[in-house]
């Protein structure tokens, strides 16, 4: 934990729940090189870094006017990083706005042919923030339906509809489609969780596309139900943080928003019975640990075990994946990572690394039996 984090963390208290931040001792302030007083020895440029990193850019610099330091003084900053961080903060608010614009005119041609489109995480959860640009993301999901009784008849006619709007479309993925239109990344999704779980899929499908579902101001795009959020949140970052690459601030962040949100509606309990059914409560438990401290409600010292090691491995630094090299070398990387992560199935999960590994390994090899097309894709071919 590097004092930079801890800068991040106290930001991210005071923009979440407005606790009074105070940064850490050690860092020392300069106030007479500047009438705004934005000088210090800490490394801001580091700090920027890590914000970024885990995703929290626009949230933290949300609250960074109002932080303190520990005499009582306005929180300083070298000119150079700050605008360096306004320039950042503004991008991430101009490629919302880029992708929202793209998902709404995609979603207002699927409406002309009767296909409703609900978004999922990135857009869905940015509600729960007090500026939803501020959320972090980096494409749009969706999920397609129309009345035919084929369930995947919505799925196919978004790729098809987006083609005509002269997008690049990519249909090698099992649990969606990845779609290129005018600079953004549409991920169509076939299913929420790629039936690792029918069962936890089937309840899913029941929350989408009900009859009052909320829409995004101004446009077509559907919004999915509270509950839906809330166990597609768990799923999501349960997934990522034991079986792929691992999570980020931003997915703890997301959490605390929807779990505060549940707690209003008087839904929360009825989130931890169907996490428990779902076989989600053994990491449920530990990111309450770390949501807790990032709200403020309890403090790092008072993390203990799974929770303690959750926390290091969320704030750890990461290698990128090159995601350009082919589908079988991600596939065989994810494949190696599972292996790595046996640890984490053992303390976060109801399974095992090596029936994950297997039951991953029969997929692919039923993928190829039934799509022989895919082959080529996965040596790295287009």
């Known amino acids: 934990m590097t004092k930079e984090h801890e800068i991040v963390l106290s930001l991210l208290r005071l923009?979440?729940?407005?606790?009074?931040?105070?940064?850490?001792?050690?860092?020392?302030?300069?106030?007479?090189?500047?009438?705004?007083?934005?000088?210090?020895?800490?490394?801001?440029?580091?700090?920027?870094?890590?914000?970024?990193?885990?995703?929290?850019?626009?949230?933290?610099?949300?609250?960074?006017?109002?932080?303190?330091?520990?005499?009582?003084?306005?929180?300083?900053?070298?000119?150079?990083?700050?605008?360096?961080?306004?320039?950042?903060?503004?991008?991430?608010?101009?490629?919302?706005?880029?992708?929202?614009d793209v998902a709404t005119r995609f979603a207002a041609e699927l409406e002309k042919v009767e296909v409703r489109t609900c978004v999922l995480k990135g857009l869905a959860y940015a509600r729960y923030y007090r500026h939803p640009e501020l959320r972090c993301s980096c494409d749009v999901d969706v999920f397609l339906k129309n009345d035919d009784d084929n369930d995947d008849c919505g799925f196919e006619i978004g790729n098809q509809v987006a083609e005509r709007m002269g997008a690049e479309v990519d249909r090698t993925e099992q649990k969606h489609s990845h779609i290129q239109l005018d600079g953004i990344h549409i991920e169509n999704h076939r299913t929420c969780t790629g039936l690792d779980s029918k069962e936890l899929e089937d309840y899913l499908a029941k929350f989408l596309f009900l009859p009052n579902n909320e829409r995004l101001a101004g446009t077509t795009l559907e919004l999915p139900p509270l509950m839906f959020d809330a166990l597609f949140c768990l799923y999501h970052a349960k997934t990522h943080f034991v079986v792929e690459e691992g999570i980020q601030i931003r997915h703890v962040v997301d959490w605390v928003l929807i779990r505060r949100e549940l707690e209003k509606q008087g839904l929360y309990d009825a989130c931890v019975r169907d996490a428990e059914r779902f076989g989600?409560?053994?990491?449920?438990?530990?990111?309450?640990?770390?949501?807790?401290?990032?709200?403020?409600?309890?403090?790092?010292?008072?993390?203990?075990?799974?929770?303690?090691?959750?926390?290091?491995d969320v704030i750890r630094e990461r290698v990128p994946v090159d995601h350009g090299r082919g589908w079988l070398w991600t596939r065989l990387r994810l494949l190696q990572q599972m292996r790595r992560n046996s640890w984490k199935y053992r303390l976060y999960t109801d399974t095992t690394a090596w029936k994950d590994i297997y039951g991953s390994l029969r997929r692919y090899v039923m993928r190829v039996v039934r799509r022989p097309e895919v082959v080529k894709y996965m040596f790295g071919g287009k």
């Open 15 to 100: 923009a979440i729940s407005g606790k009074e931040c105070t940064l850490p001792q050690g860092v020392e302030f300069t106030f007479d090189k500047l009438r705004a007083g934005w000088l210090t020895t800490c490394d801001w440029t580091k700090v920027i870094d890590v914000a970024f990193e885990q995703g929290v850019l626009g949230v933290c610099f949300e609250s960074l006017s109002s932080c303190s330091s520990p005499e009582g003084k306005e929180c300083p900053m070298d000119m150079d990083s700050l605008m360096e961080w306004i320039g950042q903060v503004e991008l991430q608010k101009t490629e919302y706005r880029q992708r929202l």
């Open 280 to 312: 989600l409560n053994k990491f449920l438990q530990p990111f309450n640990g770390i949501a807790d401290v990032v709200e403020g409600k309890r403090e790092l010292a008072d993390l203990m075990g799974s929770e303690w090691l959750m926390w290091k």
